[in-house]
């Protein structure tokens, strides 16, 4: 889902509460997700990047503008995403039972 289709997901509003930013996102975060982002930040590519808000009688607010700068801050950009992907545990039993296999063919293992 893109920041555009997100953004219109949200209602017409000046500011949006935790509550309503946790309604709108794909996979549907809990609430405290979205209060974490707003203290403590979320980990991207090594920097901390925190959702601005503004508390106004003990209640968070959230600008569209922000919002929007935060999921765009938050998304991977193609440089930062690794070349490969690590392998499953499935291919990793299957790359030392190949090995294995390797070295009783050339005779470098025997039974003990």
């Not at 289709?5 to 930013?21: C, F, G, K, V």
């Not at 090594?46 to 968070?60: C, D, E, F, S």
């Not at 938050?74 to 299957?94: C, H, K, N, S, V």
């Not at 090995?99 to 050339?106: H, I, T, V």
Request: hydrophobic share 45%; proline share 9%; glycine share 6%.
């Amino acid at each position: 889902m893109t920041i555009a289709e997100i953004l219109a997901r949200m209602p017409a509003a000046d500011a949006w509460t935790p509550r309503q930013i946790a309604a709108a996102l794909p996979g549907r975060p809990h609430l405290y997700s979205v209060l974490r982002w707003i203290r403590r930040g979320v980990r991207v590519a090594g920097r901390t990047v925190h959702l601005p808000a503004t508390r106004i009688g003990g209640r968070w607010f959230v600008s569209p503008r922000d919002f929007a700068d935060f999921l765009a801050a938050t998304q991977p950009d193609a440089d930062d995403l690794p070349a490969e992907r690590r392998p499953t545990p499935a291919a990793r039993r299957g790359a030392h039972q190949r090995a294995l296999a390797e070295r009783w063919r050339e005779g470098l293992m025997t039974t003990a």
